[in-house]
RNA sequence: GGGCGCUUAGCUCAGCGGGAGAGCGUCCGCCUUACACGCGGAAGGCCAGAGGUUCGAAUCCUCUAGCGCCCACCA
C-alpha cells in the first residue's frame, strides 16, 4: 500500500487514539498469568491547561508503557486529576472578583447581580461556592483529558479519577480517621504561616522565601530602673507593641548586668523582662533582641522556654487588632510607618541601616506570610518518617538520578509536624465534629448524630478542608480502590515507576511514602524517576510574563504530537533542566519526514515488485522473472527469508542487520536506564544515517537490478527493517508509526501498539562485517571529498584509483564496484597494491590505501597541499602520542592487555598513514 | 549559614578513566526517479583555571572563579 506523499499528522492522531482505545489496548487488568508495569500518573491540577512540563511527564511516562506494553507486560496507566485545593480557590476568587466566572455561575444556578461590582467568595457563601468549584472542576478537568488524550497518553481511562470524588474522599476519611484514632493527628495553637489574602493557614512548603531588600530598624528600650536604654534591631517594627520580651545570648559579656532585669516597651509602655537564651546571635545587630511570641517563630520558641506571654496584635487580613493600642486597626504597613515616625520622634530610634531578608511569600497568591499564632490540625511526622527513610537507605525504593536522595534525607530527617487544615472550601472537609455544648471533638467516618462525649446533639463539623497534599498522599493505593479490597491493588501495587519533578520531592513523593507504608504496609513504588524541569532555549523559567512560553498544542498544531514527544525525548537527559527552543521540534520534524519518506521508498518497492507480471513495475523491473511474485507477502514471517540468519548474504545487508541488532540493544538498555535522551538519539542516528543515508543507496541496485532473487531476498531485509524501526520508534512517536504500520504488506498484528518489542539477535552482530563496511564507507567519502574539493560536478562520471597492498581491501573494490558507481559517481574502478597515480589526479590518504580521482583541466594544488599537510600533522601528532605511551615502561607493565595492542595497532595505522602522506606530499612538490 | 548542580565547536547540549561528539548555525557544491522537511562535502575545540591521583584524565579527588538552584527561626 502506498504512502501518500505527505504526513499528515492531524488526521492520524485523532484516526488512531480513538482506534487504539475503541480497541481497548489502553487497558489494564488483573492478569495472574503477566508481570504487571503499572504508572500512576501525577495528576495535574485542576487550574488550566497542560505546559510543557506536563507534556514532558507525560509524555515519558507513555514511551515506558507503551515499551512495557509491547515488551509482555499487563500495563495499567492509571490517570486522574488533583482538586488542587488552594490554587483552585485563587484562581476562582480571581475570576469572581474580575466577573469572568458569570457563565459558570450561571450554569450552577447562582443568581449574578447585574452590576458589575466584584464578587468575593462570601457573596456566594460556601454551598455555592463548592458547588462553582465542581462547575470549574468539569471545565479544566475535561480538557485536561483532552490535552492528554492530544498527547497520545495512553491510560486507562476506565480508571480516571479525582483526588476529591467518592471514592477518593472515602480513603481519605479513612485516613484521617486512622491517623486521629493512632494518635498522628491532633488539634492545637501553634504558631503558623498565615495568608492573609487567603485567609488560611499554610505549610513551611506552600511558603516561598524571597531575598529582600528591607531596613533594618535599630530602636532603644529604656531601662524600667535607672537611666539607660538597650538598642534592639528588628526588620518589623510594628510587631513590637507585642513584644513580651528582650532576649540576650546567656554568655554576651555586654549585657551580663541586663539579664532578669526589667525594660520599657516603647510607645506601649509595658515592662518586659531581659532574658537569657542561647538562640541569640551576639554577632548581629545589637546582640539583643526584642520577643515578639506571637509573630516570629524564634521568638515562640523562646517565649516557651521562658514562660513569656504571648500577644497577638494582628487579625488574620494582617490589620492590627485591640492588642495594638493607639495602633489598633491599621494595615500593617501602615502601622509600621507610624511606629517608626513615633519612635523617632521620641528619640528612641537609633538608626535605621538597610538589610537583604528572606521574606516569605504565599505559594499561590504571592501575599506576603504572616506568622500568626492560630489553631489547627496536624500530622506528627517523626515516626512516619522513620520507615520512609528506611526504604531510601536500603535502596527499596531508588531514586532515579540518586543525588536526590541527600536532598530527601535532608528533609526528612528534620522533618517538622505537617499543619494539614485548611481554612478554605474547596476541598476534604475534615471529619470532626464540635460539640456546641462540651466542647469534646467527635473524628468518625460518617457524620454522628450525636456528641460521643455527652451526646448532645448539637454538634458541628469541623469548618475547614484538608491540605490538598494530604488526597495527593493517597494517591499509589486511592486510585486502585482503597479501602476497598480490590483486585486492582492487590495486582498493580506497589507501581514500578513514578516519574515525577524534584520540586514536589517533600509536598508529594516523601509523603506517599510516608502514608503508603503506613496503610499499605509496602512502598508506593519501587523506583522515582526525576525528569528535568523545562526551561526556554536561554535556560529561563518558561513563563506568560516573559512572553517565552512554549505551548505543547500550539506545537502539536504546528509539528504534530510525534514531533513534540520525540524532541523532549531526544532532549530528555539526566541533568537538573531541559532547555527547549521551537528549532528543535522544527529538527525532530524533520526526522519525522524523513522516516515517512524511508517508508514511502520502502512500501512502494514491496508493492511495485509484488505485481504479477504484465504490470511492469515503474523502477526498472525488467520482466525477467516472468509470473513469479517476487516478495511473497503472505509467507512472510519475521525473520523468514532473511539468509543473513546464517551468517550468508550481502555485505550490505549483514551490516544493517548488525547495526539494527546493536540498535535494539542500547535502546532498551538505555529505556531500562531511563536514558530517554540516549534511546532516541540512538535510534535517529540508526536510522536516518545507517538506513537512509546507506542501507537505502545501497539496496537499490538489488532493487532495480534484474535478479528476482536478489530483489526478493532486498525486499525481505528492507521488510524487516522497516517493521523494527517502526517497532523500535512507536513508544516515542506512536501515531506516525502506526498510520505506517497500518499499510505494511505483511504487518504481525491489527496494531503497532501490540506488536513485540523488537530483541536483538547476538548472532546477527558481527564486527567484522561492520568493519569492513567502513571501510567501504570511507573509500567512497573519499572520492565524494575529491570531488567536492574540486568541483566535480555531481553528474560528471570519473575514474577512481585506488592503490591498496592489502588483498581484502581489493576484493572489497572489486565486489562491490557497482556501489562505486552509484554512491561516487565512478564510471570504472581500478584497483591493485601498484596503482600509480595518473597525472592531475588530486588523492586522499587513509591508513590502508590510497585513492585518486584524475580530473580533466586545472587542479587546485594549493588546496590539495594544505588538506595533506593538515592530514600529515594530525597522523604525526597522533603517532607521537601513541609511540610515547608504547616507550613507557609503566604504560607496557600496567595497562590491560587489549588497551596494549590498540596502541600498537594504532601506531601501525598512523606510521603507515604518515609515510604515504609523506610521500605524496614530496610527489605533489614535484608535479 | 548549609547543601546541590553547571562551566566541552558561534548557539543549545551529549559524553564522565584509554584515539574530542551531535543538532542547529556557517561555508562550498547539487531540484541525483523516497525525501530541498532533502543530498554530498568542508571549516570550527590547550573539554572554565590551578594543583593532585593514575601507565593514562574532558572524564576521579582537592582548591579557585563565574553562573544557577534548593534548604535554613540571624531578628
New binding site residues.
Given amino acids: 500500500m502506498e504512502l501518500p506523499?505527505?504526513y499528515d499528522p492531524r488526521e492520524a492522531e485523532e484516526k488512531w487514539y480513538s482506534f487504539w482505545e475503541s480497541n481497548h489496548h489502553f487497558e489494564g487488568n488483573v492478569n495472574p498469568h503477566k508481570k504487571p508495569f503499572a504508572i500512576v500518573i501525577p495528576p495535574p491540577n485542576v487550574t488550566g491547561g497542560l505546559h510543557m512540563g506536563h507534556a514532558l511527564n507525560n509524555t515519558l511516562q507513555d514511551i515506558l508503557i507503551r515499551y512495557k506494553r509491547m515488551d509482555g507486560y499487563e500495563t495499567c496507566w492509571f490517570p486522574g486529576t488533583d482538586h488542587a485545593s488552594i490554587a483552585v480557590h485563587v484562581l476562582i476568587e480571581r475570576g469572581l472578583a474580575n466577573r469572568e466566572l458569570d457563565d459558570l455561575l450561571t450554569e450552577i444556578g447562582y443568581h449574578v447581580p447585574k452590576e458589575k461590582r466584584p464578587l468575593t467568595r462570601h457573596d456566594l457563601g460556601r454551598e455555592y461556592f463548592v458547588k462553582l468549584g465542581w462547575a470549574w472542576k468539569n471545565r479544566y478537568g475535561s480538557r485536561i483529558r483532552g490535552q492528554l488524550r492530544a498527547l497520545g497518553a495512553s491510560c486507562d481511562w476506565r480508571r480516571e479519577s479525582f483526588t476529591l470524588d467518592e471514592a477518593r474522599s472515602r480513603a481519605v476519611t479513612e485516613v484521617f480517621v486512622r491517623l486521629y484514632e493512632e494518635g498522628f493527628i491532633y488539634r492545637g495553637d501553634r504558631l503558623i504561616n498565615w495568608c492573609p489574602r487567603c485567609q488560611t493557614v499554610l505549610s513551611?512548603?506552600e511558603v516561598?522565601?524571597e531575598e529582600t531588600e528591607g531596613q533594618l530598624y535599630y530602636i532603644r528600650y529604656p531601662f524600667a530602673q535607672g537611666d539607660g536604654f538597650v538598642t534592639v534591631?528588628?526588620?518589623?517594627p510594628e510587631t513590637m507593641l507585642g513584644d513580651t520580651g528582650v532576649a540576650v545570648h546567656p554568655r554576651d559579656e555586654r549585657y551580663q548586668e541586663l539579664i532578669g532585669k526589667f525594660v520599657i516597651l516603647p510607645l506601649m509602655k509595658r515592662e518586659i523582662p531581659v532574658v537569657a537564651d542561647g538562640?541569640?546571635?551576639?554577632?548581629?545587630?545589637t546582640?539583643a533582641?526584642?520577643v515578639t511570641p506571637g509573630h516570629?517563630?524564634?521568638d515562640f520558641?523562646i517565649a516557651r522556654r521562658h514562660g513569656l506571654k504571648v500577644i497577638s496584635v494582628l487579625k488574620p487580613d494582617a490589620t492590627t487588632n485591640e492588642h495594638a493600642g493607639d495602633y489598633a486597626n491599621l494595615d500593617r504597613y501602615e502601622a509600621r510607618r507610624r511606629v517608626v515616625e513615633d519612635l523617632k520622634t521620641q528619640g528612641l530610634l537609633e538608626r535605621v541601616e538597610q538589610h537583604v531578608?528572606?521574606v516569605g511569600h504565599c505559594q499561590r497568591c504571592t501575599t506576603v506570610i504572616e506568622p500568626l499564632i492560630s489553631t489547627q490540625w496536624f500530622v506528627r511526622m517523626k515516626e512516619l518518617a522513620e520507615p520512609a527513610i528506611q526504604v531510601i537507605e536500603s535502596g527499596e525504593i531508588q531514586f532515579i538520578p540518586d543525588?536526590w536522595i541527600?536532598?530527601y534525607f535532608?528533609?526528612m530527617r528534620n522533618i517538622r509536624d505537617w499543619p494539614i487544615s485548611r481554612q478554605l472550601w474547596w476541598g476534604h472537609r475534615i471529619p470532626a465534629w464540635h460539640c456546641q455544648d462540651c466542647k469534646a471533638v467527635t473524628v468518625v467516618r460518617q457524620a454522628p448524630t450525636a456528641c460521643s462525649q455527652c451526646g448532645s446533639a448539637n454538634i458541628r463539623q469541623d469548618e475547614d478542608v484538608l491540605d490538598t497534599w494530604f488526597s495527593s498522599a493517597l494517591w499509589p493505593f486511592s486510585v486502585m480502590g482503597w479501602p476497598e479490597e480490590t483486585p486492582e491493588w492487590k495486582y498493580f501495587y506497589p507501581t514500578q515507576l513514578l516519574s515525577t519533578g524534584h520540586?514536589i520531592i517533600f509536598f508529594w513523593v516523601a509523603r506517599m511514602i510516608m502514608m503508603g507504608l503506613h496503610f499499605m504496609k509496602k512502598i508506593p513504588f519501587e523506583r522515582v524517576f526525576f525528569h528535568p524541569i523545562v526551561?526556554d532555549?536561554?535556560?529561563q523559567k518558561m513563563s506568560k510574563s516573559k512572553g517565552n512560553v512554549i505551548d505543547p498544542l500550539e506545537m502539536k498544531e504546528k509539528y504534530g504530537m510525534d514531533a513534540l514527544r520525540c524532541t523532549l525525548a531526544a532532549?530528555c537527559?539526566?541533568?537538573?533542566?531541559m532547555?527547549l527552543?521551537v528549532?528543535?521540534i522544527e529538527?525532530y520534524?524533520?526526522f519525522?519526514?524523513?522516516l515517512w519518506?524511508?517508508a514511502?521508498?520502502v512500501l512502494?518497492n514491496l508493492e511495485a515488485l509484488t505485481q504479477p507480471s504484465g504490470h511492469p513495475s515503474p523502477?526498472?523491473h525488467d520482466g525477467s522473472g516472468a509470473g513469479a511474485k517476487r516478495f511473497d507477502a503472505a509467507s512472510f514471517s519475521e525473520s523468514g527469508g532473511i539468509k543473513t540468519l546464517r551468517g550468508e548474504g550481502p555485505l550490505e545487508d549483514r551490516w544493517i542487520l548488525s547495526r539494527l541488532s546493536r540498535t535494539i540493544m542500547q535502546t532498551r538498555a538505555s529505556l531500562d536506564r531511563y536514558?530517554f535522551?540516549?534511546a532516541a538519539?540512538g535510534l535517529y542516528e540508526f536510522v536516518?544515517h545507517d538506513f537512509?543515508?546507506w542501507y537505502?543507496?545501497l539496496v537499490?541496485t538489488r532493487l532495480y537490478g534484474s535478479a528476482p532473487h536478489a530483489q526478493a531476498e532486498a525486499q525481505h531485509v528492507l521488510h524487516h527493517l522497516l517493521t523494527n524501526i517502526l517497532q523500535l520508534l512507536h513508544p516515542f512517536i506512536p501515531f506516525i508509526t502506526e498510520e505506517i504500520w497500518q499499510r505494511l504488506p505483511a504487518k504481525t498484528t491489527d496494531s503497532i501498539i501490540i506488536a513485540r518489542y523488537p530483541v536483538a539477535r547476538n548472532e546477527w552482530i558481527d564486527e567484522e562485517i561492520e568493519r569492513t563496511m567502513q571501510k567501504l564507507q570511507m573509500l567512497i567519502?573519499a572520492i565524494?571529498?575529491i570531488?567536492?574539493?574540486m568541483?566535480v560536478?555531481?553528474?560528471k562520471q570519473a575514474k577512481v584509483f585506488i592503490k591498496a597492498e592489502d588483498r581484502q581491501v581489493q576484493q572489497l573494490v572489486q565486489d562491490y564496484k557497482t556501489f562505486f558507481q552509484e554512491l561516487a559517481r565512478a564510471s570504472e574502478v581500478i584497483v591493485g597494491p601498484t596503482v600509480e597515480r595518473p597525472k592531475a589526479a588530486p588523492r586522499i590518504v587513509l591508513e590502508w590505501a590510497e585513492v585518486f580521482v584524475p580530473l580533466e583541466g586545472l587542479l587546485d594544488l594549493q588546496q590539495e597541499h594544505r588538506?595533506l599537510r593538515?592530514d600529515l600533522e594530525e597522523a604525526r601528532a597522533?603517532l607521537a602520542l601513541?609511540l610515547r605511551?608504547l616507550d613507557?615502561a609503566?604504560?607496557l607493565?600496567?595497562?590491560?592487555e587489549e588497551?596494549i595492542e590498540?596502541e600498537k595497532r594504532?601506531a601501525r595505522?598512523?606510521r603507515e598513514k604518515v609515510q604515504r602522506l609523506e610521500q605524496n606530499l614530496q610527489l605533489l612538490q614535484g608535479s
Fill in positions: 506523499k505527505a513551611d512548603l516561598e522565601r534591631a528588628t526588620t518589623r538562640a541569640v546571635d551576639k554577632e548581629f545587630g546582640g533582641v526584642k516570629d517563630q524564634a520558641e531578608h528572606a543525588r541527600k536532598v535532608d528533609w520540586d526551561k532555549e536561554h535556560g532532549l537527559a539526566q541533568g537538573k533542566e532547555r527552543s528549532q528543535d529538527g520534524k524533520k519525522l519526514n524523513k519518506n524511508a514511502r521508498f512502494m523502477v526498472g536514558e535522551n540516549q538519539k536516518w537512509c543515508d537505502l543507496e537499490k567519502t565524494r571529498t570531488r567536492s574539493e568541483n560536478p555531481p553528474q588538506r593538515q597522533g601513541t605511551k613507557n609503566d604504560f607493565e600496567r595497562a590491560p588497551i590498540k594504532k595505522e598512523f
